[in-house]
């Protein structure tokens, strides 16, 4: 198995290579359509064939979705019944009943050239799983995709530099053509579905709601280590700090992570993440504050660890269709994750989560409203094995 990864976004909690993280899952399976007879089989001809791209990219939550809800996917397909199609170069999933396909050289345009050409060669409908489907393919080739927020759309203000501008234009040209184009969409909460419905008039019955969720973080084994003696960091003492991995995109709001450790002087907040935060805080007036611990990169198993001796994870974000951080906090054993109290956040952690009114609260643990209820019983909600079947419904 690869060396872990270091995190570099809020989701990537577990980014190993693709070929190790499912080979993980893949072992050891029954295939309760099988019978035990002697006749020969021939395998069902594949309809829908998978947009691989997500395998030559940096995991995140979208990357995450589509690698685990295909994991369970094949355990419950018959052989031969859908295929991923991926570039010369990318790592190779192991499955036992997805066929795995080689095409083409990867490059910017595989998605829109190479991608589409195989679907209208081999007659195959496509599944896409990360907001990105082919913009030009016969309308035989039209099929499943995946829409996890419109981000973009709602929250224009988010994306003022050059970058965020074209991003933002790609993925606003993407949401239209899933709109326009998609057979069916699936995506990753009702909050998101009525965003879908507000903004691009896809009517509801298009829509299927298929959740995010955690079982991947049972792979991970705690680094305990990080706490031993004077540990990795000598500041943090398990149950005394507050954890968050941060990153400079807008709705991920870490300035107020920032403002609550102003705020509470004799908490330690622990902050996950590389790049710039260090610097961006210095922009907001809110360097060297001595409570904040900046932890850069973390492996997979020391976020594990920190989660699970936190006093409680912070999850202040502006904007989310998911929002998958917090549940994997909680499957990792945080005692408390305090969560945004926005309408996606309410439905996905209900009493389970703590809220913070960003509109009342600018930077202030002492008026959040607590949880209700425990926080791990919200995870008989959620299972990526339940997610896989409501997705191979839609394949039928």
């Known amino acids: 198995m ?12 577990q980014d190993r290579t693709v070929r190790s ?29 998978v947009d691989g791209w997500f395998l030559t990219q940096r995991v995140s939550g979208i990357q995450r979705y589509a690698i685990e809800i295909l994991a369970e996917l094949d355990r419950q397909i018959p052989a031969g019944s859908v295929e991923i199609v991926l570039p010369e170069g990318a790592p190779q999933p192991v499955y036992d009943n997805i066929r795995v396909v080689v095409q083409g050289q990867a490059n910017p345009l595989w998605e829109q050239r190479d991608y589409p050409r195989y679907l209208a060669g081999a007659g195959r409908r496509w599944l896409c ?34 970058r965020g501008r074209a991003s933002a234009a790609w993925h606003r040209l993407q949401y239209r053509a899933m709109a326009a184009r998609a057979r069916r969409i699936v995506t990753v909460s009702e909050f998101s579905k009525t965003e879908i419905e507000r903004y691009y008039g896809v009517p509801g019955e298009r829509i299927t709601v298929i959740y995010n969720a955690w079982q991947h973080m049972q792979r991970v084994a705690a680094d305990e280590s990080i706490f031993a003696g004077a540990g990795k960091w000598p500041a943090l003492r398990p149950g005394q700090y507050y954890f968050s991995m941060a990153n400079l995109l807008k709705n991920k709001n870490f300035p107020w992570v920032l403002r609550a450790a102003k705020n509470t002087p004799e908490a330690v907040f622990a902050i996950a993440g590389g790049g710039s935060l260090q610097a961006e805080a210095r922009s907001l007036g809110l360097a060297d504050l001595p409570n904040v611990v900046y932890l850069g990169y973390v492996t997979d198993e020391e976020a594990k660890a920190l989660m699970a001796h936190c006093r409680a994870f912070l999850f202040p974000t502006l904007y989310e269709g998911f929002g998958i951080p917090p549940l994997e906090a909680i499957a990792c054993g945080a005692p408390a994750v305090l969560v945004s109290d926005t309408p996606c956040m309410r439905e996905i952690y209900g009493p389970h989560a703590g809220y913070i009114d960003l509109a009342a609260n600018p930077g202030n643990l002492r008026q959040i409203t607590p949880p209700a209820a425990d926080p791990a019983a919200v995870l008989n909600r959620y299972a990526w094995r339940e997610s896989a079947r409501r997705l191979a419904g839609l394949l039928m």
């Open 21 to 49: 993280s499912l080979a993980g899952t893949c072992a050891g399976r029954v295939k309760p359509w099988q019978v035990e007879d002697c006749a020969p089989r021939t395998p069902a001809r594949p309809l829908y064939a």
């Open 2 to 13: 690869s060396q872990p990864k270091k995190l570099q976004n809020l989701t990537n909690l």
């Open 129 to 162: 799983m990360c907001n990105v489907i082919p913009l030009h393919s016969p309308d035989a080739c039209r099929g499943i995709a995946v829409w996890h927020d419109v981000c973009y759309r709602a929250r224009p203000d988010f994306y003022r530099d050059p």
